[in-house]
């Protein structure tokens, strides 16, 4: 196939971190005309798509620019990565990263009470 030379100007090198086997990859840089179904196409040809998560801005009623993608297996999600990172996806260059996707709101985060009598 005739890849495309697009020397990356982020320089990102991707770290691959799995948090509790989740199986989630942050995409930036997608395009605004990007849908789950779309980015479903293109990620479902590196793996199995579990589901595919575009945050939108609600103020302006479009794309951030950014989803979540979740695999069936952390094979899957790694060759996503190796595969697409830098690669043109709806006419735009996406960047993967695994490390952006462990989201932050943990259910096992429990409210600390300082009441510990002594």
Known sequence: GSKVASRGRYGLT????WSNELLFMFVAGISFSSTEETLTQAFSQYGR?????????????????????TFSSKEEAAKALLEL????????????????????NRPDSKPKHADAGG
Request: proline letters at 4%; charged letters at 25%; glycine letters at 8%.
């Open 49 to 69: 798509v579990l589901g595919v998560d575009v945050v939108m801005d609600e103020v302006r009623c479009r794309p951030k620019g950014f989803a979540y993608v």
């Open 14 to 17: 991707p770290i691959v971190i």
């Open 85 to 104: 990172n830098g690669q043109l996806v709806d006419g735009r260059v996406v960047i993967l990263d695994t490390t952006k996707a462990v989201k932050q």
